[in-house]
């Protein structure tokens, strides 16, 4: 029983190890990208879309509302007391 082929068991381990080591790279390559991931998101501080972003959001455009009917009423403000001052010198000159 001397052939000159070899035993099917060791050539079946042979592709397993291969198959193995090409699964322990991909998933070595996997795991980079995700501590990548995990270490940017952590940099940012908190991923895109997070509740806590959402409400941030929310937040902001509230403000900004706000800031907006503020100018408003600062410019009828502004508005008003010029017309008074208007009135004051009429008032003056015309005394």
Known sequence: MASGAERPDLEALRELDEVLRH???ELAGW???AL???TR???SGEG???PRSKDLEDENRVLQQRL???RGRVGDLLDRLRFLEQQT???ENGQ
């Open 23 to 25: 699964l322990e790279a």
């Open 31 to 33: 795991r980079r990208r």
């Open 36 to 38: 990548s991931a995990e």
């Open 41 to 43: 998101l952590a940099e």
């Open 48 to 50: 895109s879309g997070s």
């Open 68 to 70: 907006v009917n503020a």
């Open 89 to 91: 010198d009429h008032g």
